[in-house]
Each structure stands twice: as structure tokens, then as C-alpha cells.
């Protein structure tokens, strides 16, 4: 269509022409590896080498962790009680007691938990029924978008808001050997950095399970949030239904065969889903808490590796195989195309 | 409907029709809004996008394509207003009469008016039309004839002619002048009378003709087509696996719906915590499925076409760029204009190519002759440089200058004297051309044609002729003669040129012509296009006689061909043969090579042309098109009448049925005339064919018919890659998956409506092998990568949906989610646009290796099961590993999350490494760079107070259960991956990975491969090496090393060809299933 000089075309096409350089004619220069057999499995060895070692090492931290789990939820209903939600629901003291033996010493520091099972904090209504400008900032006591159903009591708004923090758990231990009370610390449980840049220092509930229905435990309005440090640890949902919150800290050493009375205010109601409520006593290592995973799972990988690398040193022997032989390239090998 | 056009009318007639605009584009600014939303649309992938769109409320801009426009804006010269003015092309206007000096183009159509010839005639070039290089004559109609150009200015009238068609071998128009020029007779037009939009105006002054068709509804845009959107087999796949996980989408969706109405109703309302109310609104049921088709959302990757329009401009970026496809004559770099479809490149099975200027140089040079048994030029292959000739020359036999003197005058072409002194001359074709150029460097020097006498220099002699008849050349006649009088001696000689089978027969009784024969075969067998030459002498009644006769001839009205035709043959008798010249239409460098190496890779080859069927046969055979005869078979279609063209059809269908199991290169030629039969009333029976047959030639196609071949190949589900130089070629490129162009001789017109322009023929096989293949594999991998990816996450989502009560609860943050897909995840696959899996050495070694994909072995649902089974296993690994691990007192929702996706990022980062073939610095720093920036990234929001994340990814990191966790992760995740390949690789190795071990081992592939680089001279080598070779290995291969590509071409091609027949079929079928699933 168009009638284009000859001449012009060549310099138009001449300043056109790519200018030179390694990338554009995709030639970086490259480094090939290809699967040898040694490289293979020496790769395997390597992995089985660090692997096991490491795996012994976990496992043995998981094992000097010492650990006491008390389920104490059906215990702690009167046996005469037939309904355990209505009972449970009924306001007034309902107290507990329940006796731990230590089976092994356990030295300082000794963690008390919480253990709720079946309990979905990570339900999604449950899981965004919050508001993080309220908790920080006491400007903000009126953002209660996300909160809802527990966002405004008689149109009041409730600090704070959401049903995480409405379902705040409520059960009391209280510790003693030979009826010499333990000092359960419940200072610094939380984490350092929700106390203070999440949870304000100058805000303070209000209007907090005043409402017809009360969910969980109540929080005292003359304390600011940051230090209601068992709602911070509350509002750090778990991920799993099955979870240990941190209930407070004890800086004793425990001897074995020590017995443990507790005493327990029994308040939370995990009845009405068969939720079960535990008591868990627990040292820790390099590695946290009592977890087998660890060490089973990197000893099963490196076992794996060794096996590989093994039969692959086998097959490598009794069959060798030369790589890249062009008997395999006849193109006429047909149908065999892979 | 029949148009008027209005000569030199300047009133409100002009704008009836439209102005002589050419849009090349497929928009308009009114149609580009709808069109483009319907072709992107028209894609399911979009359509997913459009609905996720809607359902987040996310506004989603479609790429799209920019309209290119097409300069208009050359200028021509226009009669307004009974003054001629320079205007604009686009600008004309129906009744517009358009002057054109020698050597324009044609800018629209043109009824001719005027011409400087006085004769009212004139040359035009219609290549760029149909594709036949040699000139036509077009005559101005006879009420016009003979009109001063002053006049023509003023002329008024009307011409009648059909609405705009394709047709470009038919004009049937009226022309009427209104008084004063002539009275009202009207004036028949035909194709005759038309100078068509793109011809170029040859050996003439001027001519002026007035507009009758502008823009695109000239003949040559009717015949264009408008181009459909070009979607690359590997799109369609793309979009085929995207509707596939897309349904895979939907049951995970109603299924988690289902059950997480089911929990809700019987878990949840026990949850007090949760507080369900207990009367919902009335779409309750469909919330939770809503929010699982959101959370799920992710599993079809948005990202994937962002990073594959991206991947994909660097892919055009680098043909662009390769140093190794510019030639080096015109330093014309190749260009890919159509970004979107390299991968198809690698996938081509028909490569459908025109001949004149894409196979061939276009240019013709006379090698060789023959001269009463003498054969000249076979030492040097050059006839104007053997001494015998010359010296025979000097020594004047009289054979010889005879020879000579028809070589100088036995044709129409004009000499032209330039300013300088030298002679130019201008021939219709280029064998006559050749011709003369050859006569002239002989001693033998065509001076001068005035009117009908001819001077010739002879050894600084000056001889005259006198021209008495011209008897043109026909396609059926397949000769041409001239009857001279040599000025001094008053003799009358008819002299002729013409085809062997047209000529020797003619011979006077008792004449050997046997040793012409002989020469016309080892000529044509050389690829040279040959031509008889014989003259005799006319007594002067004789002529007398029959001059009468033709005369009568040409001015019948009836049946005029015929009476000329036979008008010569009375003539045309009793020849002396002189000899046979031989002319190579220079073939362009390396074609046969690329044929042969494309051929390897199991590419089919048709070809199609306008030109003449034994031209377009010797050119096949020169360039490994097909084989000569013992190894080669050709199978003509033919016949005039559906009948004959019809039993010839069977006859050639039943013979290669049988022959497709006999070593043999079978190949059908067929012609205009059959093709338009068959393709009207047997299309079946040729479609059968056309599967049938790895070789066609085509000859004498118009256009459409090159598109409608094309067309064929399609609709059997092939990939289909036109290659062509000239506007004739437009249509097919246009229509075909890939058009490829050749900016050659004949205009750039082919290479603007091509998707990818290169300078030579032979870069195709650069084109193909090394763009087209990196391209289909990067792509491939790319695609599914991208899957791979975002199931992993889907997965992992979808399982975590199973603790968290089915509620659809997302386990990543929204930052996350949309950091995983944009960034961490793309980037380091985006690097694998650099992965070469073979150098471009080995690849050209082995041209076979392409099959991969052809057949689609890299993408389809087997791979991508294999990907969708890797992402599930690894779905698993992280989530099994990162939930056991953090458990009880440290299963904290964020912590978990980051777990998780650490894990996720780790493990795709060992992925992309494992699936690299080649790093390059770029690939380390995109994957291990990445890494690095995932937890620079993660660092950041953790430094913000304000951010979900604040402090998780420091604490994260000073744990070391959590490097424990990522270590095992990674060692889970792949090992199991790592030693199957190793297994794969090693024990159950593809042909890819035999080439990748042998080609970094360095072994003895790169001996092998020489063999293919230079198959004429190491052929005789091939099988003793091979024979050598097969003694060191086991048995078990010896048989099949027989039958190895390089010893076979030394048992003959046949098995090449049965194999791929097979491979064909395989391959085909296997696209066709994949297809239908």
C-alpha cells in the first residue's frame, strides 16, 4: 500500500536495528547441571546426615519437657448436676478442686495453661468480630465496625467491643503445695508488643458484659487494656480448635511426686458444644513445648533420605547407565515417546 | 448493485461511495469498544475474571489491543475541479481521475483513461496482485483512445460497473461520455480496461484512469478478509484447563457450601461464642458458598495473564533482537507484530509457502546451454564463462549466433537507453530478461526496438531486423515465436522459444533431438528452468500466405484464442532445433537446507503459487521440495471439467493410500482450475488428501484459493504457519494460525499483515526451532506454574477450612494473598523466559526434538494432572507440617499464617530451580533474590504497629522450631519430586533429557550432529560411524540404530516419511483427544 523508498527503508531499518548485547540474543551465559548419579546421591546423604542428628536433638528436647494436662471439665460439675449447660449458666460460686501429682521435677520457669478443645476461634465470625483502632487508641472508642452482634449495648458502645473479647475466658486456678499457695504470676504472659502498641494505655472497658446476655469474663473498668494482659492473650486467636492459652507463670521448681492442689473457679461454658476444658502445667525447651513432631518427622525424612540414597547407590552399581547415550535417540524408537 | 461512477464530477455524486481510505486494522473508533470487549470476552478465562470481578467489586481493566493505523498519506496526482492537484491517497474519491508516472503504484482502482502510449496502451506489474511477475499490457477503452491529455481533464461521463468483489481476473463494466466528447454510445469494459489498486504502473510515462473502487472495497481489500483474532493453540489449552479447574472450582465451592451450611445448623448454633442469629436473612444458605467461591477465587491465577502478555512481549522482544535473523544485504532485522503468538511457532505441522521471492531470490541468471549437441557451462555452471562458447563465438558457427540472435530477439522486451550510455532492459518476464542480459554479455547486444525494427551490435556489427508478426506466448501454446526479416539479406525467419514438450515434437523429420532431450533432463533435474530454442527460415509465399491468415485471426471476434492458436500452429512446424538454455530462478541461500531441516522436525510442506506448474515443479526439486523421480513419485490432479478432475482426485487418493506404506516421497500437484473444482464439489475427498499428503504443490492459485487451502489444513485441526512476500499472499497469511512474511522484493505489503516479518526464507528455521520452541516451552512451564501456585494455596486454604468449622475462614491475610500472586510468586517465574532446556546448537542438530511440541507433550491435562497432583502433595506437606508443629500454646492465627506461606514460598522457590534447566545470573537473582525479598517484605509489615503482622516475622524468625519447620517443609516437599526425576531421568529418560545429558556431557551428539549440517558431504560417511558405533553397546538397540535418522537418509528418505506419517497421525490424534477432553 505504501510506496516506500527504497533508501529511506534501509535507514529507517538500520536505526532500528537491535543493538547487541548477551541478553537480547539470550545468550547470559548459563550454568547446566544435569542429575548425575553422584551428585544425586550425595545430595540425599547430605540431607539424611543433617537431618537425623537434628531430629534426635528435637526429640530429646520434647522429651525433658515436663508436662501435667488435667481435663476438668466433666470433674468439676456436681455429680447430682444433670444439666451441665443450665448448671454452668446458673451465676454464683462454683468452685473445684483437683489434685496433680508431678512426675518429674520440673524446673523453673513452669507455665500454667489453659487447654480448650473443640473451641473455633478461628470461626470465621468469630475471627474478625473485633475492632484494633478501639483496643489502641482511646479516640477511637466509637469504631465498632466488625464488632457485631456485641458492638452496642442499649446504644451504648461497648469497649471492648466484638464477641472475642465478649467470650473472654473466665476460669480461676489458683495453685498450692502443701497448702502453701504458689505464686502464679500472671504478669508478662501476654505478648510485649500487643501491651503496648495493640492494647491502649489509656483505654478502658466500658460498658463490657453489662448486656442481657453475658458471654464470658468480665474485665475491671479502672484497669486500661494494656494491662488486662489475660484479654490480650484471649484476643491472640488460635488457629486451631484445639489451643493452650497462656494463663500465668509460676517461678518455682517442682519436685517429683510433689502433689498439686487446685482450686478452680469454674466458670466457662464449654458444655453446651462438648468442649473440653484442661489444666496444663508445663516446662519448656530450646525447641517449646512438649512436641514430638520434630524429631519424629526429621528422623523419618532423613531415614527416607539414607533409603534413597542407598538404593539409588545400589541401582547405580548393578544396572550403571550412561547418561546422554544417543543409542536412546533414534528417532525411530516408536511408540515409546515420553 | 450496480455503482456509478461519475467522471470529474465534483457534486454530492463523490460522496455516494466511500473515500479511498485502506483501514488495515480491525477497529474503528465506534467498533472498538464492543469488538474488542466481545473478543476478550469471548475467552473464558476473561469471562471468569469478569465474574470474580463483579463478585469483589474490583474494577478489571482488559488489556487491550492498540488500533494500528496504516499511512494513508502518500500523495497522488488528482483532477479537482478540472485542475490537476496533489492529494492525499486516502483522499480520493470515487469519479476521481488519478494520474500515475512510471513506476507508481496504483492507489485505488482505475478504470484507464489515458496513456502516453499511442497506441493507448500500457504495462503494469500485478505481483503484488496475483503474484505473476511478468508485466500485462492493459489498453485504454476505445472511445478514449487517442484523447489529449488536456482533454482527459475535462472529460464527463459514466461508468457502470458491479458492486466491489474479490474477483481480480473480472471486470464487466460500461463506460458512457456524456456530449461533447462522444455521443452516447456505450462502451464495454472488461479487466482489460483497469489498472487495480497495488499494481505498479511499468514502461510507460503516465497513464490516468478515473476511480471506481477506493479504500478497502478495491479488489485487492475484498480480497483481503478482515483477520480474525489469532487465540495460540497453548491459549486454547490455557483456556481449556481454566474451565477445567474452574467446574473442579465450583464442586469444591458447593461442596465446602454444603457442608458448611450442614455444620452451621448443627455445630455452630452450639458455639454460643459465635452468636449465629437465629433468624437469617433469606440468601442465608448462599453465604457461606459465596465466601467459599471467594476464598477460592484464587485457584484460577489472575496473575497468569499478566505475566504471559508479559512473557510474551519478550518473547516478540527477542526475534526482534536476534543478531542471527537480519539479513545481511538489506540489514533488515526480523519483527514479531503480533506479541501474542510465539508459542504457536513451536507447534507449526503445515508450513503452506508461496514460491516467486519467499523460496526464490526472484532473480534470474541463464547458467547453461545447449547448442546442437554441445553442452556449454557444465565445467564452470556457468555458460557465459566457458571458452568453448566463446571461442565458438569468435569463430562465428553459424548454430551458435543463430542461438544468440533469438536469445537477443525472441521475446517483447524493450531496451532502454539510460543517461550514462547504459543499456536497461525492461522485459515482461524475467527469463527474458535473463535472456538478453545473457546475449548482451555474449557479443550479442539487443540495442534498440523502434517501432518494429530491431538493432542488434554483433561483434561491433550492426544488424537490423524487421519484427513482421509476434506470436505471443500462451499457457497452452507454451511458445513463443517472431517472424523477422533480416534487413540486409531480405530473408524471413521465424524464430522460437517455448517448452521441450511444446517444441521438439515441431522438429523437421530426420532431426535427433534426443540429445536435447537428454539435455532439457539433466537440466531440469539440476532445478534450472529450461527453454528450446528452433528457428526456421519462411519462403517469402509462405509467409505471404499465412500472414493472411492470422491476420484474420486476430480479428475475429469469436473464439479468438483458438483461431490464433491454430493460426500459429501452421506455422509453428518443421523447426531446426537450436538447443535448450537453462536459467536458474535463483534460489534464495539455504533454502533447501531449511526445507530439509523443518522436514525433520516434522513439519509438512505445501506450496503454493501462481505460477506455471512445470516452474513451480523444477523449483520444487531444486530445493528438496520433492524428490526426483526413482525416490520421489508426483501425482497430478488435473482436468477441466468436474468429471476428469474427479476421477483424477480418486486415482491420486487410492494411490497414495497405497504408496503411505512404500518408501516413497509422494507428492500431488495440482492447478487453479482442479483446485476450484475440487474445492467446490470434492472438498471431502481433498481434505483427505490434504491429510494424506506431507508434500503439495499448487500452482496457478488465486488468493482465496491460497486462503481457502489454508483454510483446510485448519479445519483438520492442524497448525498452519503461511509464509509469503507479495500482496497475493495477504489473505493466507491473514487467514493461516501464523503468517509469516518476507519483506522482499515485492513490497513490504505481505510482511504489514504478517504476525512475524523476517528478511530471508532460511530464518525460518531459526524462527521455529529456536524462538517458536523456548517460547512454547517457557509458556508452558509458565502456565502451569502459575496453576501449580495458586492451587498450592487454594489447597492449603481449603484445608484449613476443615479446622476452622467450614466457616471460610482464610488462613493468609489479605496482604499476603495478594503479595503471593503479584510478587513473590511471579517474579522468579517470570526469569524462566530465559530457560533454555537444549542450546540452540542442539536443537538445529536435532530438528526432531520439536515434536515435543507439536504434539503438545509440555502442556496438556496429563502434565497438567502431574502439576495439580504436585500442588495438592505440597498443599498437604506445608499444612500437615506447619499445624503439627505449631500446635496447642503456639497455634496462633498469624504465626500459623506465616508458617504456612514461608513454607509455600520455600517450596516454590525449590520448584522453579528444579524445572530450570539453565541459570543464568538473572535466574539465581530472581530466585533466590526473592527469597531474600520475601522476608525483607515480611520484615517491613512487621515493623509497622499498626499492621496485623506487627512483630510476627521477627518473632517468627528468632524461633528455631520455625527454620526447623521451613527446612522440613522443603525436605518433604521435594525429595520425593527430586528423586523421581533423578529416577526419570536417569532409568526412564525422554529423547529432551538424552539430549540435555548428552549435550552438557559434552559427548558424542556433536559428532553426530555435523552429519545433518552438511548432508551432501558426509552422507557416505554416516553409516560406517554408525556401524562403528553399534558394535561397543548391547544388542538390544542394534536393530533401532538401523533405523537412526542419519543412516537412514542414506537408505533413502522413505522411512523418514512413513515414520512421520505416523507421528503425524499420533500426534494429531493425541491433539484431538486432548481437544475433545
Not at chain 2, 236 to 265: E, P, S
Not at chain 2, 337 to 342: F, G, H, K, L, M
Not at chain 2, 369 to 397: F, H, Q, R, W
Request: net charge neutral.
Amino acid at each position: 500500500m505504501e510506496n516506500t523508498d527504497t533508501s529511506t527503508s534501509t535507514v529507517r531499518r538500520n536505526s532500528k536495528r537491535p543493538r547487541y548485547s548477551k541478553f537480547t540474543q539470550q545468550e547470559l551465559p548459563a550454568c547446566k547441571p544435569i542429575l548425575t548419579p553422584r551428585w544425586v546421591i550425595s545430595a540425599f546423604m547430605l540431607i539424611s546426615i543433617v537431618f537425623i542428628p537434628i531430629g534426635v536433638a528435637a526429640l530429646f528436647a520434647s522429651r525433658d519437657v515436663v508436662e501435667i494436662v488435667d481435663r476438668y471439665d466433666s470433674e468439676c460439675i456436681p455429680a447430682n448436676e444433670t444439666d451441665k449447660v443450665k448448671y454452668i449458666q446458673t451465676p454464683g460460686e462454683k468452685s473445684c478442686n483437683r489434685t496433680l501429682t508431678v512426675p518429674k521435677r520440673m524446673k523453673p520457669p513452669i507455665f500454667v495453661y489453659y487447654q480448650l478443645d473443640n473451641f473455633y476461634q478461628n470461626h470465621r465470625r468469630y475471627v474478625k468480630s473485633r475492632n484494633d483502632q478501639q483496643l489502641r487508641d482511646s479516640k477511637e472508642a466509637n469504631s465498632v465496625s466488625g464488632c457485631k452482634p456485641e458492638d452496642f449495648n442499649n446504644g451504648s458502645v461497648i469497649v471492648p467491643c466484638g464477641l472475642i473479647a465478649w467470650s473472654l475466658f473466665n476460669d480461676t486456678y489458683s495453685l498450692s503445695r502443701n497448702n502453701i499457695t504458689l505464686n502464679v504470676s500472671k504478669k508478662d504472659i501476654s505478648w510485649k508488643s500487643d501491651r503496648e502498641h495493640k492494647f491502649g494505655k489509656d483505654v478502658y472497658p466500658k460498658n463490657f458484659q453489662s448486656g442481657g446476655l453475658i458471654g464470658g469474663g468480665i474485665l475491671d473498668p479502672n484497669i486500661p487494656l494494656s494491662e488486662q494482659e489475660d484479654l490480650i492473650v484471649w484476643m491472640r486467636t488460635a488457629a486451631l480448635p484445639n489451643f493452650r492459652k497462656l494463663y500465668g507463670k509460676m517461678e518455682v521448681e517442682l519436685q517429683e511426686n510433689d502433689v498439686i492442689d487446685v482450686t478452680l473457679g469454674n466458670n466457662y461454658n464449654t458444655y453446651s458444644f462438648n468442649g473440653k476444658k484442661k489444666l496444663v502445667l508445663s516446662t519448656t525447651s530450646w525447641l517449646g513445648g512438649k512436641n514430638d513432631f520434630l524429631g519424629i518427622a526429621y528422623l523419618t525424612v532423613g531415614g527416607l533420605c539414607f533409603f534413597l540414597a542407598m538404593a539409588f547407590t545400589v541401582v547405580y552399581l548393578v544396572k550403571p547407565r550412561q547418561l546422554g547415550d544417543p543409542s536412546y535417540l533414534s528417532w525411530n524408537r516408536n511408540p515409546g515417546w515420553r | 448493485m450496480k455503482r456509478y461512477a461519475y467522471i470529474n464530477d465534483d457534486g454530492p455524486s463523490q460522496d455516494l461511495y466511500r473515500d479511498n481510505r485502506i483501514s488495515n486494522t480491525k477497529y474503528t473508533v465506534l467498533n472498538f469498544l464492543p469488538k474488542n470487549l466481545w473478543e476478550q470476552f469471548s475467552r473464558f478465562m476473561n469471562q471468569y475474571f469478569l465474574l470474580i470481578a463483579c463478585l469483589q467489586l474490583w474494577p478489571l481493566i482488559t488489556p487491550v489491543n492498540p488500533a494500528s493505523t496504516w499511512a494513508n498519506e502518500r500523495e497522488v496526482w488528482v483532477v479537482e475541479n478540472g485542475i490537476k492537484k496533489l492529494i492525499q491517497a486516502q483522499d480520493i474519491r470515487v469519479g476521481n481521475i488519478v494520474w500515475l508516472r512510471e513506476n507508481d503504484e496504483v492507489p485505488c482502482d482505475l478504470v484507464l483513461m489515458g496513456t502516453s502510449d499511442a497506441q493507448g496502451l500500457c504495462c503494469v506489474e500485478t505481483s503484488a496482485l496475483d503474484g505473476e511477475t511478468d508485466l500485462k499490457t492493459r489498453v485504454v477503452p476505445p472511445v478514449c483512445m487517442g484523447m489529449d491529455p488536456v482533454l482527459l481533464q475535462k472529460i464527463k461521463g459514466v461508468i457502470e460497473c458491479p458492486s466491489p468483489d474479490r474477483d481480480i481476473r473480472r471486470f464487466d463494466g460500461n463506460l458512457r461520455l456524456f456530449p461533447p466528447f462522444i455521443d452516447n454510445d456505450v462502451c464495454p469494459l472488461t479487466i482489460k480496461n483497469t489498472l487495480l489498486q497495488s499494481c505498479y504502473l511499468r514502461n510507460t510515462e503516465w497513464a490516468c484512469g478515473v476511480a471506481i473502487y477506493t479504500g478497502n472495497e478495491t479488489k485487492l481489500g475484498m480480497s483481503r478478509g478482515v483477520p480474525e483474532p489469532k487465540l495460540t493453540a497453548v491459549d486454547a489449552m490455557i483456556d481449556k484447563l481454566t474451565g477445567a479447574i474452574f467446574i473442579f472450582q465450583v464442586v469444591v465451592v458447593m461442596v465446602l457450601g454444603v457442608a458448611g451450611n450442614v455444620w452451621k445448623d448443627t455445630e455452630a448454633r452450639k458455639q454460643w461464642y459465635v452468636k449465629y442469629p437465629d433468624e437469617g436473612p433469606w440468601y442465608e444458605l448462599l453465604v457461606i458458598p459465596l465466601r467459599f467461591e471467594l476464598l477460592c477465587s484464587i485457584m484460577i491465577p489472575i496473575s497468569i495473564k499478566v505475566s504471559l502478555d508479559l512473557v510474551k512481549s519478550l518473547y516478540a522482544k527477542f526475534i526482534d533482537w536476534d543478531e542471527k535473523m537480519i539479513d545481511r544485504e538489506t540489514v533488515t532485522p526480523a519483527h514479531a507484530t503480533n506479541t501474542a503468538i510465539s508459542e504457536d511457532l513451536g507447534q507449526v505441522e503445515y508450513i503452506l509457502t508461496d514460491k516467486t521471492g519467499t523460496l526464490t531470490e526472484n532473480k534470474m541468471i541463464f547458467r547453461r546451454c545447449c547448442i546442437s549437441g554441445v553442452i556449454y557451462g557444465n565445467e564452470s555452471g556457468d555458460a557465459l564463462k566457458d571458452t568453448e562458447l566463446l571461442s565458438a563465438i569468435e569463430t562465428g558457427s553459424p548454430d551458435v549466433i543463430r542461438f544468440l540472435t533469438i536469445m537477443a530477439i525472441g521475446n517483447t522486451v524493450i531496451p532502454v537507453k539510460s543517461k550514462n550510455g547504459a543499456i536497461l532492459y525492461k522485459a515482461q518476464s524475467p527469463d527474458e530478461d535473463a535472456l538478453v542480459q545473457a546475449a548482451a554479455k555474449l557479443q550479442m547486444i539487443f540495442v534498440d526496438r523502434s517501432a518494429n525494427i530491431l538493432e542488434i551490435w554483433f561483434n561491433g556489427r550492426t544488424i537490423h531486423y524487421k519484427v513482421l508478426e509476434t506470436l505471443e506466448f500462451t499457457s497452452d501454446r507454451k511458445r513463443m515465436s517472431v517472424v523477422v526479416k533480416e534487413n540486409d539479406t531480405e530473408k524471413i525467419f521465424l524464430l522460437t522459444k517455448g517448452a521441450d514438450e511444446a517444441i521438439l515434437p515441431c522438429a523437421y523429420a530426420g532431426q535427433q533431438t534426443r540429445t536435447f532431450t537428454e539435455a532439457v533432463e539433466q537440466y531440469s533435474q539440476l532445478g534450472l528452468r529450461t527453454l528450446c530454442f528452433a528457428w526456421r527460415e519462411l519462403m517469402p509465399d509462405e509467409y505471404h500466405e499465412w500472414s493472411l491468415v492470422f491476420k484474420e485471426a486476430n480479428s475475429t471476434l469469436v473464439d479468438r484464442e483458438w483461431r490464433i492458436a491454430e493460426a500459429c500452429q501452421r506455422i509453428e512446424h518443421d523447426f531446426e532445433i537450436l538447443g535448450v538454455s537453462a536459467i536458474e530462478d535463483h534460489l534464495q541461500d539455504g533454502v533447501p537446507e531449511t526445507i530439509e531441516t523443518l522436514r525433520k522436525a516434522g513439519i509438512n510442506f505445501w506450496m503454493l503459487t501462481g505460477d506455471k506448474q512445470n516452474t513451480a515443479v523444477q523449483i520444487a526439486l531444486s530445493c528438496n521440495f520433492i524428490s526426483p523421480e526413482p525416490k520421489g513419485q508426483l501425482l497430478m490432479i488435473d482436468g477441466k471439467t468436474e468429471d476428469e478432475v474427479c476421477r483424477s482426485l480418486e486415482r491420486v487418493l487410492l494411490t497414495m493410500r497405497i504408496t503411505t506404506s512404500e518408501p516413497k516421497d509422494v507428492a500431488f500437484v495440482i492447478d487453479g482450475w482442479a483446485l476450484e473444482i475440487a474445492l467446490k464439489h470434492y472438498k471431502k475427498a481433498f481434505t483427505d488428501l490434504a491429510i494424506l499428503s506431507r508434500t503439495a504443490i499448487c500452482c496457478r492459485v488465486t488468493p482465496s484459493q491460497k486462503a481457502q487451502l489454508v483454510q483446510i489444513l485448519k479445519s483438520c485441526d492442524y497448525r498452519t504457519l503461511a509464509i509469503g512476500d507479495g500482496g497475493n499472499d495477504v489473505r493466507m497469511i491473514q487467514q493461516a494460525d501464523i503468517g509469516v512474511g518476507i519483506s522482499g522484493r515485492e513490497g513490504l505489503q505481505a510482511a504489514r499483515a504478517a504476525d512475524y516479518s523476517i528478511g530471508k526464507f532460511r530464518f525460518l528455521t531459526r524462527l521455529i526451532l529456536v524462538h517458536g520452541r523456548y517460547s512454547y516451552n517457557r509458556t508452558a512451564f509458565l502456565s502451569q506454574y502459575s496453576f501449580y501456585k495458586s492451587l498450592l494455596l487454594c489447597f492449603i486454604q481449603i484445608f484449613f477450612s476443615f479446622v476452622s468449622g467450614v466457616s471460610g475462614t482464610s488462613l493468609f491475610n489479605s496482604v499476603s494473598l495478594m503479595a503471593y500472586n503479584v510478587f513473590y510468586t511471579s517474579i522468579p517465574v517470570l526469569v524462566s523466559v530465559l530457560d533454555k532446556d537444549l542450546s540452540e546448537e542442539t536443537v538445529m542438530q536435532h530438528p526432531q526434538i520439536l515434536f515435543y511440541c507439536q504434539a503438545g507433550r509440555l502442556l496438556n491435562p496429563t502434565t497438567f494432572a502431574g502439576w495439580f497432583g504436585r500442588s495438592l502433595f505440597h498443599a498437604v506437606v506445608v499444612f500437615m507440617i506447619s499445624l503439627n508443629a505449631y500446635t496447642y500454646e503456639k497455634s496462633e492465627m498469624e504465626e500459623l499464617s506465616m508458617v504456612a506461606l514461608s513454607g509455600c514460598i520455600w517450596l516454590q522457590a525449590f520448584v522453579v530451580t528444579m524445572e530450570t534447566n539453565s541459570f543464568t545470573i538473572l535466574q539465581h537473582v530472581a530466585i533466590w533474590g526473592n527469597l531474600v525479598a520475601f522476608y525483607a517484605l515480611n520484615f517491613a509489615f512487621s515493623a509497622v504497629p499498626s499492621s496485623g503482622m506487627y512483630t510476627i516475622m521477627f518473632r517468627l524468625c528468632g524461633q528455631p522450631s520455625y527454620w526447623f519447620t521451613i527446612f522440613l517443609t522443603v525436605a518433604a516437599g521435594m525429595g520425593p519430586i527430586f528423586a523421581l526425576k533423578y529416577f526419570r531421568y536417569t532409568y526412564r529418560p525422554s529423547k529432551l533429557n538424552v539430549l540435555q545429558q548428552a549435550e552438557r556431557m559434552g559427548g558424542p551428539i556433536l559428532s553426530l550432529g555435523t552429519i545433518e549440517s552438511h548432508p551432501g558431504t558426509i552422507e557416505r560417511e554416516v553409516s560406517p560411524l554408525s556401524i562403528s558405533q553399534s558394535k561397543s553397546r548391547s544388542p538390544v538397540y542394534e536393530p533401532l540404530l538401523l533405523d537412526s535418522p542419519n543412516t537412514r537418509r542414506s537408505f533413502g528418505a522413505g522411512g523418514t516419511f512413513e515414520f512421520f506419517q505416523s507421528q503425524m497421525r499420533l500426534s494429531s490424534l493425541y491433539s484431538r483427544n486432548c481437544k475433545d477432553n
